[in-house]
């Protein structure tokens, strides 16, 4: 069983976001990166799976081997290699970096550049976030599975594989308080949402293995067929900002009260 | 300009974010454009109605039964069909899970992407712009789509709904195949009564300080009195106060309501991102330190097990709409 995990590189939540000078991007070199959230997820559902098909041995045949393989697949520049290298110190195998410096990328460029490596691996299922912490496009992953032509379920948070008859049962969320249930055949892709599991932490014998895991890398161009970018970012700007309001004072009943009246009668949402 | 828009109904009442999208895709076409809607199944008379008062001429309808009718790899298709025959310049769905797996597809297959999660939707001559917040809300970012038709999801409660139009729409019936590899299985109602966050236009929400699951009565008990959907912080939700169907921030739901009531909720940089949509914001807290009162438009210091119950108290003494 080949496993294939999408994992992006995001500025971590904690960072202050600051706008370049070209209004388009963002000033990069005070960032601390880590990798998304929610493809942390992906990647402890990955090594799960493996685990329970049972990893490979040292006395296992290569056929074995690749039978429980996690290969993490990224689309970046060259430092996106760190939170990789991170991923590989968790458990994951090998690493494929798509190499993205002066690209202009939106997520059917992206989605076809990692559909275009994922194609080359044949993967039994890939695990993807359900979106991405900085862009939040949330549809890179379905687009791989568009173009691969293979079956998608996100965002999900529960997974039962059948292995037998190679399908995977998803639960996901489809409206308020309602969950649908999805029967995917495999191969198919699968974003994963935050309560699916808990993420592990790199072990620190993980941390010294993962220096001799391999990462090989690949020109975006190589992997040929992109599209033309078709969403163009024209500019960023600062979120507005919200300023300090009214403090009501009083007894809890007169709080209630005045607020209940502004509500009403300054605000007009009740 | 002719705008074709994904139309979300939920047992024979058309979404209101729906109707808020096809009223602003009508305003946007002006007098000389058109607005088509794209159905899954067949619309009832009270849904085409209100998708004709909405600003839809036309109805596209995916003839699909059952409950793979909610799939959008099943309706990707019919949806790709709708759009040759409709030629439009512009596709759009709400960002709710339904409309952004199907816009996904869709654009997918036509190699274009969509512009996810919009919260402000322009048009100039050079076509359309778009909004959206990326790094959780730490900017703002002005997408425009570079070919036809542009794609884009937006987030319900971004416009004024206004329905205008007699209500008679053409109906158009289209094909629907079941889906390659992917099948709806069943759908089941975890929480019975839940109102959707995404979708609320109003919220109130509780964090770490509601102390336990049993404590969310008091939050409940007030939301039942706006007619409120109930929120949580990420704090409550890994506490195990609620489940993680009402997490609002950046690793839960971003929402747009009208009205945020944040209770007990000290207001992290990634709670804020996602309630930052929101129109009035009421802070409710025991910490005359906590952040959240930087960005509330009212805050009451006070414990909110007496606070909260007598807003709750208020509300239902004067009436609420």
């Known amino acids: 069983m080949k496993i294939g995990v999408l994992l992006k590189e995001v500025p971590d939540s904690e960072s202050i976001i ?26 402890e559902e990955a090594l799960r799976l493996k685990e329970k098909l049972g990893g490979p041995s040292a006395t296992a045949s290569p056929e074995a081997c690749r039978a429980g393989e996690v290969v993490v697949i990224t689309a970046g520049p060259a430092r996106a290699v760190d939170s990789m290298r991170k991923a590989l110190a968790i458990g994951a195998d090998r690493g494929i970096l798509i190499r993205t410096e002066g690209l202009e990328l939106d997520p059917a460029t992206t989605a076809s550049v990692l559909a275009g490596a994922a194609r080359r691996e044949s993967f039994d299922v890939i695990f993807a976030g359900k979106t991405a912490f900085d862009d939040g496009w949330g549809q890179v992953h379905i687009g791989v599975a568009e173009m691969l032509g293979i079956p998608c379920a996100s965002p999900v948070e529960r997974i039962e594989f059948d292995m037998r008859s190679k399908e995977a049962l998803c639960a996901r969320p489809a409206s308020a308080g309602i969950k649908e249930t999805v029967r995917l055949r495999l191969p198919a892709v699968i974003g994963c949402e935050k309560g699916l599991n808990q993420p592990r932490y790199a072990s620190l014998p993980g941390i010294i293995k993962a220096r001799s895991k391999p990462i090989a890398e690949f020109e975006a161009s190589v992997l040929g067929g992109a599209p033309e970018i078709s969403i163009l970012t024209e500019r960023l700007s600062p979120p507005p900002e919200r300023r300090m309001g009214r403090m009501i004072g009083g007894t809890p009943r007169e709080a209630a009260r005045e607020l209940a009246r502004l509500l009403r009668e300054e605000a007009k949402v009740i | 300009m002719k705008i074709l828009v994904v ?52 109805v596209y309808a995916a003839d699909v039964a059952g409950v793979t009718a909610r799939s959008g790899q099943a309706l990707a298709s019919p949806l790709c069909e709708a759009i040759a025959g409709f030629d439009p310049d512009a596709v759009l769905g709400s960002a709710t899970p339904f409309g952004a797996d199907l816009m996904a597809r869709a654009s997918m297959r036509l190699g274009r992407g969509m512009s996810a999660d919009c919260t402000s939707m322009t048009a100039d001559d050079r076509g359309f712009l778009f909004e959206r917040p990326v790094y959780g809300g730490g900017a703002t970012a002005t997408v425009r789509p570079r070919s036809r038709p542009a794609f884009a999801t937006v987030r319900p409660n971004s416009f004024p709904n206004r329905p205008a139009f007699d209500g008679s729409p053409e109906i158009s019936m289209l094909d ?30 509780a964090g770490r300080g509601i102390g ?14 706006l007619g409120a959907a109930v929120g949580a912080s990420r704090a409550a939700v ?16 971003a929402v747009s309501p009208s009205l945020y009531i944040a209770c007990g909720i000290s207001g992290s940089i990634q709670h804020m991102s996602g309630m930052r949509g929101s129109k009035v914001v009421v802070a409710i807290n025991s910490d005359p330190e906590a952040q959240i009162f930087a960005r509330a438009d009212y805050g009451i210091v006070g414990d909110m097990f007496d606070v909260v119950p007598a807003l709750a108290e208020e509300i239902r003494r004067m009436g609420c709409d």
């Open chain 1, 18 to 43: 600051r706008i370049a000078a070209d209004a388009r991007s963002i000033e990069t070199d005070r960032l601390q990166w880590t990798i998304n959230p929610y493809d942390e997820i992906a990647l």
């Open chain 2, 7 to 58: 139309a979300e109904s939920e047992g024979g009442a058309l979404k209101r974010h729906s109707a808020e999208l096809i009223g602003k895709a009508a305003s946007l076409a002006g007098a000389e454009g058109e607005v088509a809607a794209f159905a899954a199944g067949v619309p009832d008379e009270a849904v085409s109605h209100a998708l004709g008062m909405a600003g839809a001429g036309r």
């Open chain 2, 212 to 225: 336990g699951a049993g404590n969310f009565g008091v939050i409940r008990d007030l939301a039942g009195a």
């Open chain 2, 238 to 253: 890994d506490e195990g106060f609620i489940s993680h169907d009402h997490q609002v921030g950046q690793s839960g739901r």
């Open chain 2, 176 to 205: 629907a195949a079941e889906a390659d590899g992917a099948r709806i299985e069943g759908v089941e109602q975890s929480e019975p009564g839940m109102l959707d966050l995404a979708e609320a236009d109003r919220i109130v929400a």
